[in-house]
């Protein structure tokens, strides 16, 4: 099993030759969930397309709207227009945009002992980090990475200050691809 610092130098390899194409958003996704252990729906990739986000992981969300960088309610125009990274351990308590929340996803959300059926479709982000993609010429976009459930406790771990670190210690595989 490749190491999840391969996984991005390869995927890496490939987007300098492809960009970013639907295949190498889904893998840089799929590399992002299986590394901070989480589902594939807890991850987000937006890259900058003129004054504005566009999701490109998952690529449901590729359609449903854009967040303009002078947003001032979106944690993903704060990250990108600031170029620093931010963990919000009580996200579902912070005033910030859910349009892109409302879109079902199609995953299934973790099952939590005790849970209700009714309660696994009232899973909400709970805990964000967000970063910022760099390259030379500033914020190419920005990565999220969330814990979903139906309160703060189910969704699982606070994201801690290494979290942003070990995010930013991958190799540039999101970079090469916007």
Do not use: W
């Amino acid at each position: 099993m490749a190491t999840p610092i391969l996984a991005f130098a390869q995927i890496a390899t490939e987007c300098e030759a492809e960009g970013l194409s639907p295949k190498n958003g889904d893998r840089i996704g799929g590399e992002l969930a299986k590394t901070f252990a989480v589902q594939s729906d807890e991850v987000g990739l937006m890259r900058v397309e003129k004054a504005s986000l566009v999701f490109v992981y998952p690529s449901k969300l590729h359609n449903v709207g854009s967040i303009p960088l002078n947003t001032t309610n979106s944690v993903a125009a704060r990250t990108a227009t600031s170029k620093r990274a931010e963990i919000i351990n009580n996200f579902a308590q912070a005033k910030h945009a859910s349009v892109f929340e409302a879109v079902e996803l199609g995953s299934a959300p973790k099952h939590v002992p005790g849970e209700k059926a009714a309660e696994k479709h009232m899973h909400m982000i709970q805990k964000l980090m967000s970063a910022p993609v760099m390259g030379p010429a500033g914020a190419l976009g920005v990565g999220q990475i969330c814990r979903k459930g139906t309160s703060a406790p189910p969704a699982g771990l606070d994201f801690t200050p290494a979290d942003p670190q070990k995010l930013g210690a991958l190799p540039g595989a999101p970079a090469h691809c916007f």
